[in-house]
C-alpha cells in the first residue's frame, strides 16, 4: 500500500460502512463513487482480487445485467463490470443470500477520512457539500416564534 497508516483490513471496513450506508442514502451517487474508485485502485495495486459475475439483485428497466464481485480482506463488494471481465471471468450466476461480510462497527464519517485519504480525495467545493438545500414550498410560512417584541409597543394597539 502506499498509505502505510491504511491497513487493507481499515479499508475493506471503511468500504463496508460506506457500501451499508450507500443502499439506504437519499441520493448515493457519492458513496458509489468513492466505493468503486477505492477497489478500482485496490485492483490496480493488486491488493483485491475480482472473483467473478453475479447476476443482480435489482435489474435495471426489467433487464437482467451483472456486477463484478471484488473481494478485499475478508469483505466481498460488487461494482459494475468492464467488458473485459465478461471476457475474462466465471459468470457466477445468483447471488447467494446467505452470504453476509463480517460485521464491522465504523462510523460513516471515519470510513469517509480513511477512504478519501486512500483516493487521495478533495471535496470542490466543501461548503457546497456540507451545505442542506434550504427547504422551501408555496405553503411553507416561517415561524415568528421568539421573534415578537415583549412588551408590545403601545403604537400597535388600536382600542
Same mark, same amino acid.
Given at each position: 500500500?502506499?498509505?502505510?497508516?491504511?491497513?487493507?483490513?481499515?479499508?475493506?471496513?471503511?468500504?463496508?460502512?460506506?457500501?451499508?450506508?450507500?443502499?439506504?442514502?437519499?441520493?448515493?451517487?457519492?458513496?458509489? #463513487?468513492?466505493?468503486?474508485? $477505492?477497489?478500482?485502485? %485496490?485492483? /490496480?495495486? *493488486?491488493?483485491? &482480487?475480482?472473483?467473478?459475475?453475479?447476476?443482480?439483485?435489482?435489474?435495471?428497466?426489467?433487464?437482467?445485467?451483472?456486477?463484478?464481485?471484488?473481494?478485499?480482506?475478508?469483505?466481498?463488494?460488487?461494482?459494475?463490470?468492464?467488458?473485459?471481465?465478461?471476457?475474462?471471468?466465471?459468470?457466477?450466476?445468483?447471488?447467494?443470500?446467505? #452470504?453476509?461480510?463480517?460485521? $464491522?462497527?465504523?462510523? %460513516?464519517? /471515519?470510513? *469517509?477520512?480513511? &477512504?478519501?485519504?486512500?483516493?487521495?480525495?478533495?471535496?470542490?467545493?466543501?461548503?457546497?457539500?456540507?451545505?442542506?438545500?434550504?427547504?422551501?414550498?408555496?405553503?411553507?410560512?416561517?415561524?415568528?416564534?421568539?421573534?415578537?417584541?415583549?412588551?408590545?409597543?403601545?403604537?400597535?394597539?388600536?382600542?
Amino acid at each position: 500500500m502506499d498509505d502505510k497508516s491504511i491497513s487493507l483490513s481499515e479499508l475493506a471496513k471503511a468500504l463496508y460502512t460506506i457500501n451499508r450506508h450507500a443502499k439506504t442514502a437519499p441520493d448515493p451517487k457519492h458513496l458509489y #463513487f468513492i466505493k468503486k474508485e $477505492t477497489i478500482k485502485q %485496490l485492483l /490496480q495495486k *493488486k491488493h483485491a &482480487i475480482k472473483v467473478g459475475l453475479h447476476f443482480s439483485d435489482h435489474p435495471k428497466l426489467s433487464n437482467q445485467h451483472s456486477t463484478l464481485l471484488v473481494k478485499v480482506d475478508n469483505y466481498y463488494f460488487h461494482i459494475p463490470p468492464t467488458k473485459e471481465d465478461f471476457k475474462e471471468l466465471e459468470h457466477l450466476g445468483t447471488l447467494d443470500q446467505d #452470504f453476509r461480510n463480517p460485521r $464491522t462497527k465504523m462510523s %460513516l464519517s /471515519q470510513a *469517509k477520512k480513511i &477512504i478519501y485519504r486512500y483516493i487521495d480525495w478533495k471535496p470542490k467545493n466543501e461548503s457546497k457539500q456540507t451545505r442542506r438545500k434550504q427547504y422551501t414550498s408555496s405553503y411553507y410560512t416561517p415561524s415568528s416564534l421568539g421573534k415578537m417584541e415583549w412588551p408590545p409597543k403601545k403604537a400597535h394597539r388600536n382600542y
